[in-house]
Structures are given as C-alpha cells and as structure tokens.
C-alpha cells in the first residue's frame, strides 16, 4: 500500500464510521425518542471523530520519527471515550426496536447504573496511562473487562427484576 493511501485511509473509515452512526436515529419510529436520540449520538459521534483525529495524528507523528508512546494514548483515548459514552448513555432513550422491552423506570435506572459505572472506569482507564509501561495493558485490559461484565451484570439483574 502506498504511503498516500495509507495516509487517507483511516479519515476515510472515520467518516463512513460516523454516517453510520449519524444514520442509527433515522430507524428509530417514535419522533419524540428520535429526537433524544439524535442528541446523545451527536456527542458519541463528535467524542469519535476526535478520538480518530488524534490517533490519525498520533500516528503520522510516530511515523515521521519521533517518539510516541501509543500504549500511553490509547488508554487515555479509550478511557475518555468510556467516560463520553457513560455521560450520555442516561439520556439516550429506549430503542422501540430492541428484543427485550424494560418498563421505562427499571431502564432509567439501569442506564444511570451503568453510566455511572462507564464515566468511573473510563476515569481509572485514563489514569492507567501515568502507570509504568510494564503495567498499562494488563491494568488496561483488566478495568475494560471488569466494566463490560459489570455492566452485562446490571443488564442481566434489571432484566430479571422486571
């Protein structure tokens, strides 16, 4: 691959990436939920395009020579998107097209549960990047694991308390 193609291909996946994104409301049904909806996948979609513009960034200067420790800014990068997606994961509404339907006070509660949880470990992936180089993935990799099965775990109790 040449280094010119190279060079716009991840801007190019960047941008399918986020009119995909930009195109989920248009199938949900209900305006009033469209609307909430388009909101807080706005901000998902922004929180992505900057994520993918520093990294894009990040590794144009890698490859021109100078040294970057990528390990270190993708942690922060990963962990300022956790934080982003469980700030607006509470405003986001019940999709009229998912398999299982909450009643409307039990999803509250376990999107704000799991906000809470997102925006916390987002915080602690960021800060796994001030740790020593040995430590970062495993820190890393363990804090991911244990917010995605927390946050399977929240699922699975509100489901069955509804």
């Known amino acids: 691959m040449s280094k010119s193609a190279a060079l716009t291909l991840l801007p ?39 994520i993918m513009f520093v990294l894009h960034t990040v590794l144009v200067i890698y490859n021109q020579g100078f040294a970057v420790s990528i390990d270190r800014i993708i942690a922060l990068i990963v962990g300022i998107f956790f934080a982003a997606i469980g700030n607006v994961a509470p ?4 999709s009229s097209m998912n398999l299982v339907k ?9 999107s704000r549960q799991i906000g809470q949880l997102m925006v916390i470990s987002g915080i602690l992936i960021a800060l796994t990047a001030a740790m020593p180089s040995a430590w970062l ?14 946050t399977a775990a929240f699922s699975i109790y509100h489901l069955s308390k509804a």
Do not use: H, N, W
């Open 102 to 110: 909450l009643p409307e006070p039990v999803y509250k509660r376990m």
């Open 137 to 150: 993935p495993g820190v890393t990799i363990v804090c991911i694991l244990v917010s995605s099965l927390a």
């Open 91 to 94: 405003r986001l509404p019940q």
């Open 12 to 50: 190019a996946i960047m941008l399918g990436v986020i009119v995909l994104i930009l195109a989920l409301p248009r199938f949900e049904s209900d305006p009033s939920k469209r609307q909430r909806m388009e909101q807080g996948i706005a901000v998902i979609a922004g929180a992505i395009a900057v």
